[in-house]
């Protein structure tokens, strides 16, 4: 049979999967294929080109996996990948630190009175990074909703049993920090940083204490 060429959707969807998989998350075609459990890497050409349309399942297992916007994939939005909550409590935090994710602040190396840093959650798995971005940032030199922020961080991590000091607080420039805010953040191995952010990391482990002595089991 010949191949028909494919509808406006299907070569949408794989125009913006494959620069999706080639800009951003750099995996290769045949990573890719194995990801979705293509046996031929042309399978994945042909979704990507438009001539065939990806399975429901594997855009389904795309987006769970690594996080992608339904809106990207669908209207080609800016936003490439969903955010966790982390405005209004603690609860997307621990559900990502009981699944094994590790948490991350990163710390903008400019406007350093504010002290601003985005929580992040990093998990490798199957040879993959997931990562997730809170869906707002906190800073160290707010005691307002800059600070519940990282608070509600540290509530999930105090309650996990997880050492403040072995959370990574490192300094991001403005590139990585604007990618973060558009949500279009995402970094193979989580390595690309600027070293660790003393001065954050000291306010971390101040609140840190000061919330475990707020709650304290009452004797």
Same mark, same amino acid.
């Given at each position: $049979? /010949?191949?028909?060429?494919?509808?406006?959707?299907?070569?949408?969807?794989?125009?913006?999967?494959?620069?999706?998989?080639?800009?951003?998350?750099?995996?290769?075609?045949?990573?890719?294929?194995?990801?979705?459990?293509?046996?031929?890497?042309?399978?994945?050409?042909?979704?990507?080109?438009?001539?065939?349309?990806?399975? /429901?399942?594997?855009?389904?297992?795309?987006?769970?996996?690594?996080?992608?916007?339904?809106?990207?994939?669908?209207?080609?939005?800016?936003?490439?990948?969903?955010?966790? +909550?982390? /405005?209004?409590?603690?609860?997307?935090?621990?559900?990502?630190?009981?699944?094994?994710?590790? $948490?991350?602040?990163?710390?903008?190396?400019?406007?350093?009175? %504010?002290?601003?840093?985005?929580?992040?959650?990093?998990? +490798? +798995?199957?040879?993959? %990074?997931?990562?997730?971005?809170?869906?707002?940032?906190?800073?160290?030199?707010?005691?307002?909703?800059?600070?519940?922020?990282?608070?509600?961080?540290? +509530?999930?991590?105090?309650?996990?049993?997880?050492? $403040?000091?072995?959370?990574?607080?490192?300094?991001?420039?403005?590139?990585?920090?604007?990618?973060?805010?558009?949500?279009?953040?995402?970094?193979?191995?989580?390595?690309?940083?600027?070293?660790?952010?003393?001065?954050?990391?000291?306010c971390f482990l101040g609140w840190f204490e000061e919330f475990t002595r707020q709650h304290k089991p009452k004797k």
């Amino acid at each position: $049979p /010949t191949l028909h060429k494919g509808g406006r959707y299907s070569i949408e969807l794989g125009k913006r999967h494959r620069r999706l998989r080639e800009k951003i998350l750099r995996v290769n075609p045949r990573r890719m294929a194995d990801f979705y459990g293509f046996e031929k890497v042309a399978q994945l050409e042909a979704c990507e080109s438009g001539t065939d349309e990806f399975p /429901t399942a594997g855009i389904k297992r795309l987006r769970e996996f690594f996080f992608v916007s339904r809106e990207y994939l669908e209207e080609g939005a800016p936003q490439i990948f969903q955010a966790f +909550e982390i /405005t209004c409590s603690s609860d997307d935090s621990k559900k990502f630190l009981s699944l094994g994710f590790e $948490p991350f602040l990163l710390c903008l190396n400019e406007e350093r009175h %504010d002290l601003m840093c985005y929580p992040v959650f990093h998990k +490798e +798995e199957d040879g993959f %990074d997931r990562i997730i971005v809170a869906n707002s940032f906190g800073y160290f030199a707010s005691g307002g909703g800059g600070k519940s922020n990282i608070m509600h961080l540290i +509530e999930a991590i105090q309650e996990k049993g997880i050492a $403040p000091y072995t959370v990574p607080i490192q300094k991001i420039d403005r590139k990585a920090w604007d990618a973060l805010e558009a949500k279009t953040f995402y970094c193979v191995g989580m390595e690309r940083f600027l070293g660790p952010d003393a001065e954050a990391r000291d306010c971390f482990l101040g609140w840190f204490e000061e919330f475990t002595r707020q709650h304290k089991p009452k004797k």
